[in-house]
């Protein structure tokens, strides 16, 4: 079965950069599109980024122009490159595979926590 194992989050002020990182286990990683997921206090989880496995992205407004993802199909591995984080941006934030901008495997990772003070 599919294993999603999220790393990287931490506290950080409003304008400073995290790198998140997923580990993918349990299938062949090439064959999904992957994307990034957040959930903060009392919200919906929301997709804010995916990544083909050709390399093409896809972003949510509200990160657009601020957050990259990227992968590493040899590595089983998807990245979100988080800059000029706002305290907006505090979620947990969980990696899935995605289709038709929903997820695709049932269970998620534990997810790791974002919190950016202002």
């Known amino acids: 079965q599919v294993q999603l194992v999220e790393s990287g989050g931490g506290l950080v002020q409003a304008g400073g950069s995290l790198r998140l990182s997923c580990a993918f286990s349990?299938?062949?990683?090439?064959?999904?599109?992957m994307g990034w997921f957040r959930q903060a206090p009392g919200k919906q989880r929301e997709l804010v980024a995916a990544?083909?496995?050709?390399?093409?992205?896809n972003y949510a407004g509200s990160v657009k122009g601020r957050f990259t993802i990227s992968r590493d199909n040899a590595k089983n591995m998807v990245y979100l490159q988080m800059n000029s984080l706002e305290p907006e941006d505090t979620a947990v934030y969980y990696c899935?595979?995605?289709?038709?901008?929903?997820?695709?495997?049932?269970?998620w990772g534990q997810g790791t926590q974002v919190t950016v003070s202002s």
């Open positions: 899935n595979a995605v289709r038709n901008g929903q997820r695709i495997f049932a269970s």
């Open positions: 349990g299938s062949i990683f090439s064959d999904f599109t």
């Open positions: 990544i083909t496995n050709g390399g093409s992205t």
